[in-house]
């Protein structure tokens, strides 16, 4: 049985026992709103109706095991068509996974923001650097429509262009607009599979591979996660690259998915906020027509013993600390532990087999609910004006 199918069953399934409280909240109309906001919840409403939405998810392992995304996609896909397989890695990393790609890799060098902290990273974290005659296959893992391609890429004056050739044959230079080892941005056509070879390239990287059908309709929904990451992490990305690529991009929906390891980091709040603060700023200035969403930090326990187990003892203050940013700087919010059944929830989930004994991580079943419920939410908001 296919996982669309699969998926298909399960709402079915979903449907008959979701509670009917809606986990996406909305800021209230305030005076105090700064001028150049738009109520947030527009601009996914117009592209709800047009059948033609981008969402990016950026966050942390919930994200980088691309299942809770995943089924959020398939659904989103099944109501307004498959816009798209969407962001791929540069390459595939250790505990990382995305849905829709797989990779074979020949020589190159995959680095990542959480582990190697100096170098010049795009955004989404991760970069991945050639060899000398490195080759690179990236596969759809299911048939797509020949995608528009846009890859950040790197190059240094002596740099030789990447070769690419795709699915039908056909041959793609792959080059930075100029080699002054800033990220730049190329775009072509092509169908998947795609190889790309390198010569003699000591200073090119290639970040983000981001990929939609050439029609542009229907949704496309990319999850950029890192395990363990933290959102003040993203100081390790080139703040000027990440935000001109977020710019060339212009998702419809940007979602913040952080705050477990915050939570468990024990991290002072007050500076958890300005951070979020200060992202969210960015994004708005990058990608002024993008709404934004803040996933609140679902449930999650430090032990499992007893009647409700012990949560990480800044998780409540974190979540409220979440909220109260979405009602001050107007962004929506999912209430991930709602949606889970609010508080002492996670012990159940575990019992149900839909979380994992860690009291953190969820099972493929567990993400499979929350990724639709998440996905409904999105779509209730079809007709919020």
């Keep these: 049985m ?17 509670c009917s409280v809606d986990p996406i909240q909305q800021p209230k109309q305030s ?28 966050g942390d392992s919930h994200t980088a095991a691309d299942y809770m995304t995943e089924v959020a996609r398939v659904r989103l896909q099944q109501e307004l068509g498959n816009g798209g397989a969407g962001w791929a890695m540069p ?67 002596d740099d030789d262009p990447l070769n690419i050739v795709d699915a039908n044959g056909r041959h793609i230079v792959l080059s930075a607009k100029r080699k002054d080892n800033q990220w730049h941005f190329s775009r072509f056509n092509a169908q998947f599979p795609i190889t790309i070879s390198a010569g003699m390239n000591f ?6 591979i981001w990929t939609r059908n050439s029609n542009h309709q229907g949704a496309v929904f990319s999850a950029l996660g890192i395990n363990g990451y933290q959102l003040n992490q993203w100081n390790r990305w080139n703040t000027q690259a990440w935000q001109n690529e977020l710019n060339v991009i212009a998702p419809d929906l940007v979602i913040l998915a952080y705050g477990t ?53 800044k998780l409540t203050e974190l979540q409220n600390m979440q909220r109260e940013v979405a009602a001050t700087e107007n962004t929506l919010y999912w209430d991930w532990q709602a949606a889970m059944g609010g508080e002492c929830s996670m012990k159940s989930w575990i019992s149900q087999g839909l979380a994992r004994n860690d009291g953190v991580h969820f099972t493929p079943s567990g993400y499979q609910r929350l990724g639709l419920a998440l996905a409904d939410n999105i779509l209730a908001m079809k007709n919020k004006h």
């Excluded at 005076?31 to 950026?58: D, F, G, M």
Aim: proline share 6%; charged share 20%.
């Design 203 to 208: 200073h090119t990287a290639i970040g983000g």
């Design 91 to 157: 390459t595939q990393f250790p505990g990382m996974r995305l849905a829709r790609f797989s990779y074979s890799n020949q020589g190159w060098r995959a680095i990542s923001s959480r582990t190697e902290e100096n170098q010049d990273y795009s955004l989404g974290g991760l970069i991945a650097v050639p060899s000398v005659g490195a080759k690179l296959t990236i596969k759809t893992r299911d048939p797509e429509a020949e995608q528009t391609v846009i890859v950040s890429i790197r190059q240094g004056a």
């Design 261 to 313: 390891n915050e939570a468990y980091n024990n991290m002072d709040i007050e500076s958890v906020r300005q951070t979020l603060v200060t992202v969210i700023n960015q994004i708005r200035s990058a990608s002024p027509k993008s709404s934004i969403m803040i996933l609140g930090a679902p449930e999650s326990l430090k032990n499992t013993a007893g009647p409700c187990g012990t949560r990480p003892p």
């Design 2 to 18: 296919s996982f669309r199918k699969q998926l298909s069953i399960f709402s079915c399934i979903l449907l008959l026992t979701a």
């Design 31 to 58: 005076h105090s709103r700064k001028p150049h906001q738009e109520e947030p919840v527009n601009q996914v409403t117009k592209a709800l109706q047009n059948k033609q939405i981008n969402i990016v998810q950026l």
